[in-house]
């Protein structure tokens, strides 16, 4: 790469000041290097129309005071905007005198229009734009089948991905792994504008929201908090992931969306755990983690379509979904958390309240509404995408295509979760479900699963009083069960 004098770093989702290869080549190639964040008016005015209350746009607040006050102490600072993007960044680098902008890939269809009309702005203006592989490890066509297609099952994929790797038993190297140095010369980072300070959450239209409340630490120091408490719980992973009363998960999702923890980092701790041993049973099911994530990245840049709410497979959108007064009644039980299976409820309440939800129960909820309640997977995919703090276009379609059998390497139609044995399994002593309904912590684990179940009398002992302290089901799961096989009927082959 030729060499510049000035340079601006746009930064995205990859909100850290190490490992990040667009600030690397940023002052690899630059003499002075600003830094800048955009609150893109474009993706926040939509989100201020449904309220001013976002725990995502917090969570991105306070990290970035905390990313300024690291680029400052290295002798920059962040220059903050709040406008949209396609506007800003071109202005921006007018007014700093840039000869190139420098960031990292974006694969959301939006987002890779925004960037190519922001290139081609900056090309009209003698400047050059330059954008790099960071969010995965591979990415778009690195991992393709023998016959250079794209996969769209799952396994394959990743026996690709790790034979990429050179992963072969004995063999885990984390060394291939790249490490971006984002160690600047002295003077090389320029101080901000004075009127560039990062605006307050009520200049940008928020509310504050107490994150720590929430137990969500934020910025890379939060990142690698949440790393330091799961890399000693790595080997257990494979045995404690689907038990929602259990600390199973890294809880690192959010950190991976916004990027203040580095996807190569976590690639090479999982790589070091299986070949030292002490991980050698959980480290590689969170590998695969992380390559299903890689996976759904790589589905959006192959079938963009899946973002616009076609369904992967196309004969699934002859489905005819369940509308009318009873269909809008049933979701909003399920948003809100009164279904009447306990387990669902937990789960959702569990969403609403806190922007996160155990990965197990994402899965269960989803196919509860799909193919219990028969209502489109399109609707509680939008619904999950208001409400996750780590809300991902790509997994977040991929899984909710997954649930309702229409996408790649999707569960059968015919496979359809019993909530209340999902429940006996997954919270056999109700311990998750009574942190979010502890109307029903009296009663029985017996019947806690599935309340109406219970004799009357030992619901009257327990408190619980169906219809007034907690739900009737909304619906029957058997009875639903072949209401989804008959709908299902269209895509029989």
Known sequence: MKKFDRALV??????????????????????????????????????????????????????????DAELQDAGGGLIVRHARATDAIPQLAQALGVDAVFCNHDYEPAAVARDGTIQ???????????????????????????????????????????????????????????????????????????EA???TLAQLGFEDCDLAALNLPTGMSGGQALLDDFLPRIARYGKTRDYPALKGPSYLSVHLRFGTVSIRALARYAMDAMRSGNGAEGAPIWLSELIWREFYFMILHHHPQVAEG???????????????????????????????????????????????MHNRLRMVTACFLIK?????????EAYFARQL??????????????????????????????????SEKFDPDGRFIKRYLPQLARLDAKYLHAPWLAPELTRQMAGVELGKTYPHPVVAHDAARKRTLERYAVVKK
């Open 389 to 422: 703090n780590d809300f991902d276009l790509s997994a977040n379609n991929g899984g909710w295509q997954w649930a309702s059998s229409s996408g790649c390497d999707a569960q059968p139609y015919f496979r359809i979760f019993n909530p209340v044995t999902q």
């Open 10 to 67: 746009w930064l995205r989702r990859d909100l850290r000041h190490f490992d990040n290869a667009a600030l690397h080549h940023a002052l690899a190639s630059s003499r002075q290097v600003y830094c800048a964040f955009i609150f893109d008016k474009d993706i926040l005015d939509p989100l201020l129309a449904t309220g001013t209350l976002d725990r995502r746009v917090a969570f991105l607040h306070a990290s970035l005071q905390e990313l």
């Open 120 to 194: 081609q702005s900056l090309a009209q203006a003698g400047r050059e734009f330059f954008s790099f592989k960071d969010q995965v490890i591979f990415e778009r066509d690195e991992v393709l089948s023998q016959a250079a297609k794209a996969f769209s099952v799952f396994t394959p994929y990743k026996n690709a991905w790790l034979k990429k790797f050179q992963l072969a038993a004995g063999d885990l190297d984390s060394s291939r792994l790249p490490y971006f140095d984002c160690s600047p010369a002295a003077g090389q980072f320029a101080a901000p504008p004075s």
């Open 197 to 199: 300070a990062l605006p």
């Open 372 to 380: 219990d309640l028969g209502i489109d997977w399109r609707r509680g």
């Open 310 to 356: 076609a369904s992967f497979k196309p004969d699934y959108d002859r489905i005819a979904w369940e509308q009318g007064p009873e269909a809008e009644t049933a979701f909003a039980a399920w948003c809100e958390g009164r279904t009447g299976y306990p387990l669902v409820d937990a789960a959702m309440l569990q969403l609403n309240r806190s922007g996160y």
